[in-house]
Every structure is written in structure tokens, then in C-alpha cells.
């Protein structure tokens, strides 16, 4: 070989492991999360050489979570990378979490040697085969050269239509074997995807659908906050004097404190509207299917979706708008620029909706102000909000917790509030703190996270702490303790129960161990735990972590294990607490 070959590189000898990394940083990804072990541990390692964020998570289904969480925060998929067979099959929690929420995620699996299949090696599992069920795309690279192309096309379907997750397999002997660098074909970054716009004839059928209604509503969904389309759906309020109604994570598209907003008569707004428009939301369970009797029977919905298979599900739509939903809204703009229209400030649907939001603050503030102990949800809610940065992210998860601290806990900015989502997921929560503390690292320093959890969803990933600890992300860990799962007990009745029978026998199924002292799992990887019991408690630890900008917290909150929400006027299995 000359020796001038040498120095020019044109035999460069490179690892799988290398391509793929190079493939993902030609793909603008900038997050991998994972799991390291065999196979896949060069792959972080070169990552990480070539400025890709690696971040070594204690549970593939927490990294899949972060990773998806970066999806929906940025728009652009972060990585989970994990080991072959089981720690695969860990990670298929966040691919269909990420898939039901529409949120882009990579995930990329080592896996067995190719010629030791069907021999019985070491993790063998049908891995492409096993994620087709959980993505909208699953493939394994024919070789090495084949790599780019794969991960091209992985990231391209990941963001574009309807988001979703995405499986690469890499079997073992791709990670470490090396091949000419010069027969690599490295693809160019993905375009962005296309910007798709609705029917002009359509368009102009739902701005006089919308113009006609007597009592219209707009239904803001996390589409809509992933479409970035806040711009325009705050103008479309203010300009048409509009109702609205986020769902829980399209709150803070528009502010939850506009006086547009009909937050706080969530059900008497969907139960009498005649005119809805959904911005992004499906009629799933979480909007009840957009079915009697928690609809008029002949209600008009408005459809605003990018994907053309979510038209029409479960009730037949008065108008189908396809296409981006920040497109779409402005073509709605458009129409109402050339006719301007106001719906009437004081009609009796305003007043309707006012009153009932009235009752309903009134009520929630009554349970607040009770001075008893153990607190109640609405008292340590209330604490938390007067303290809460307005430009803070907040992360939620939980039965009563999520549910209650919803109606609470406000959001001003859009994509700042991750929960359980379309999938109802619980152990989402540390992952996703942790994902959007490091986006709010690189993108807007001084941000906080404030990631509060039930004392049950805390039990999924708790060990994640000391990810928070290992990577000083400064997170504040709200722990809304009951003792159990939606309900516990007192710590007298818990030593009465089990002081003479076996706790397998006679323990509720609903019940944790009382009192227990989860701050402590903080401090032992050199985080501020704090544990409270009483308001004044609450206010001075949140306020110490809050000017703790250096340190991560947690602060463990008892309150009453009996404690619930208000009293509702439907089944709790019929409504949506998320």
C-alpha cells in the first residue's frame, strides 16, 4: 500500500459499531439512552466520541421513556440503545408508549450472532419480529454498508406522518467487525417532514360549522403541542373569543390561566358543546369516545389530525381537516381574516361555563384550605402551585396524583407537561424528568423539573435517582405519599393488621408499606431528601430545593391515605384522569 494511501485514509478500517454512530450523527441525533452490556457497548462508546449525549439509564424501559420523551420534546427521536433478548424485550414498554403517544423514538437492539441462530445463543429472542407489534418500522441491516441507510430510513419514518417508534437490530458481530470506511455510503440528513394542508373547501365548511355554533368549544391536544402550533391556536381564541379545553398534555399551548380557558368545567363543557374542534386530540378513552352521555347525541366535531386513519373513529366527524395541524389552523385564520367573527362574549354559554367554573375553583379550594393532618391532595397542590416557576416542566404520574394535580398544577408553555398519556403508562416519569431536564440543559438553562410522582409510580423506577445523582441534573421529585395504591392505611392500622396474620392474607392489595421514607432512597446517592407532613414543611423544603439550582431533591409529602378528589358525577373507570 503507498504510503500516501495510508495518510489520506482511503483504507481507513472502521467498526459497525462506528458506522452506526456516524449514521445517527448524520441524522442530527443528538440523545442516546440505554443499557450497556453485550453487544452494544462500543456503539455508546463511539457515540459518545462523536458528540452524541449518552446517558446510562438503571432500567431499558426508563431509557426507552427518556428517549421517546426527547422525541416529543425536540422532534427529533432520541435513541434507546439496548442489549439482545431481554434487555430488548424491557425496552417494548417505551417503544409502545412511545407508538400509542405519536412521539419518535429509535430504538436500536443488539442481538445474538447470525450464525448461531436458531441454536440456542446466548439472548437469541425473534427480535424484528417482536417489535413490528410495538412500531411502525422494524428491520435488521443486511450488513455493515447497509447500516446507513437503515438508520436514514428509521429516523425519516420515526418523524414523519403520524410519529412513532422505530427498531434497528444489530447483531453482534456487526459491532465489532471492520470494513473499508471508503464503502460506506453515509445518507444526508432526513428532510423535515412535509407540511400537508387541508381541502380549501373543507376549511371553509368548518369555519361556517363553527360560525353557526351555539355553544362551540375547541379541544387542544398534544398534536397540537407537538405541531408547535401554539402561535396560532392562541390568535384563533383570542381572535374568535373561543372556549377552550386542553387536554392534559396540550395544556400550556394556550396558557391554562387565559380566560379563555374552561379547564375547571372540563365535563360540563364537553357534556354541552355543540360544536367541538379538535386540534390534534383523538376520541379515545380519555376523551370518552366522544360518545352520549358525555356528548349531546348530535353534537359536530371538527377534525383536525394529521393522519387520515384517526378521521372519523368512533363518531362520524361534521368535517375532516388533514393535514399539520399548525397549517391547518392557519388556513382557519385565513378564512375568519377575510370575514371577521367574534362569538358572543356574554352568551348564555359563557355564563354557563363560567358558573360552573366558579363552583367547581370554589370547591377545590374549600378542600385546600382544611388545616387537618395528614394533608389532602388539594392542600399539598396548592402549596406546590404558588411556588412553581411559571416556565417550569412539569412531569406527573399517578392515580389521584396525576388526576388531581392536573386540575391544580398550571402550565403556561407548551410542551411542558408530561404525563401518563394516551397509554395510561405508569413508571414514565423519572425517564421523562430526566429527558426533559437534559433538553432544558441544552435549550433553555434555568428551567426547572419538577417531576411529581404517587408513592405507587415512584415504585417503578425509583433506582433512576441515582441516574439524576450520577448525571446532576438538578430535578425536584415531588413523592404525594398515601401508603398505597390509589388508597392505603395509617401506620396503626397496618401494624393491626399484620401483627397476628401473614400481610399476603390480609394486607388490601391496594396497600405499601406505611410512612416509608423514599427520600432516603435521594440522599443515598448524595441528593436533598426532605420529608414532611405539614404545610409549612412543604413550603420551606420546596423553596430550599427550588434555590437549589446545583442539586437534585426529593421531597417525600405524607398525606392521608384515604385522601381522594372532589366527588365526581361519573364512575372514575368512565372519566379521564390523565
Known sequence: MAENDVLSGSEERVSGAKVLARALAAQNVQYMFG???????????????????????????????????????????????????????HALGGM??????????????????????????????PQVEACRLYSKFSARPSSIEAIPSVIEKAVRISIYGRPGACYVDVPAEFVTFQVNGNSINYKECCLPPPVSMAESSAVCLAVSVIRS????????????????????????????????????????????????????????????ADVIVLFGARLNWILHFGLPPRYQPDVKFIQIDICAEELGNNVKPAVTLLGDINAVTKQLLEQFDKTPWQYPP???????????????EAASKELASKTSLPMNYYTVFYHVQEQLPKDCFVVSEGANT??????????????????????????????????????????????????????????????????ICRYNLPII??????????????????KKMVEFQDAATVAPPMCLLPNSHYEQVMTAFGGKGYFVQTPEELQKSLKQALEDTANPSLINILIEPQSTRKAQDFHWLTRSNM
Open 213 to 272: 355554533a351555539k355553544q362551540p368549544l375547541l379541544v387542544i391536544g398534544k398534536g397540537a403541542a407537538y405541531a408547535h402550533a401554539e402561535g396560532s391556536i392562541r390568535k384563533l381564541v383570542e381572535q374568535c373569543k373561543l372556549p377552550f379545553l386542553p387536554t392534559p398534555m396540550g395544556k400550556g399551548v394556550v396558557p391554562d390561566n387565559h380566560l379563555n380557558c374552561v379547564g375547571a368545567a372540563r365535563s360540563r363543557a364537553l357534556q354541552l
Open 346 to 360: 356574554e352568551s348564555k354559554w359563557w355564563k354557563i361555563l363560567r358558573e360552573k367554573m366558579k363552583n367547581n
Open 402 to 467: 396525576m388526576d388531581i394535580g392536573r386540575t391544580v398544577l398550571q402550565n403556561y408553555l407548551p410542551r411542558h407537561r408530561l404525563d401518563a398519556g394516551t397509554f395510561g403508562t405508569m413508571g414514565v416519569g423519572l425517564g421523562f424528568a430526566i429527558a426533559a431536564a437534559l433538553v432544558a440543559k441544552d435549550r433553555s438553562p434555568g428551567q426547572r423539573v419538577v417531576c411529581v410522582e404517587g408513592d405507587s409510580a415512584f415504585g417503578f423506577s425509583g433506582m433512576e435517582m441515582e441516574t
Open 477 to 494: 421529585v415531588l413523592v404525594v405519599n398515601n401508603n398505597g395504591i390509589y388508597q392505603g392505611v395509617d401506620a396503626d392500622t397496618w
Open 96 to 125: 409502545a408508549n412511545a407508538n400509542i403517544n405519536c412521539w419518535p423514538l429509535i430504538v436500536i437492539g443488539g442481538s445474538s450472532e447470525r450464525n448461531q441462530e436458531t441454536m440456542g445463543a446466548f439472548q437469541e429472542f
Open 35 to 89: 443499557v450497556v452490556g453485550i453487544p452494544v457497548t462500543e456503539i455508546a462508546l463511539a457515540a459518545q466520541e462523536l458528540g452524541i449525549r449518552y446517558i446510562g439509564m438503571r432500567n431499558e424501559q426508563a431509557a426507552s421513556y427518556a428517549a421517546s420523551a426527547v422525541g416529543y420534546l425536540t422532534g427529533r427521536p432520541g435513541v434507546c440503545l439496548v442489549v439482545s433478548g431481554p434487555g430488548l424485550i
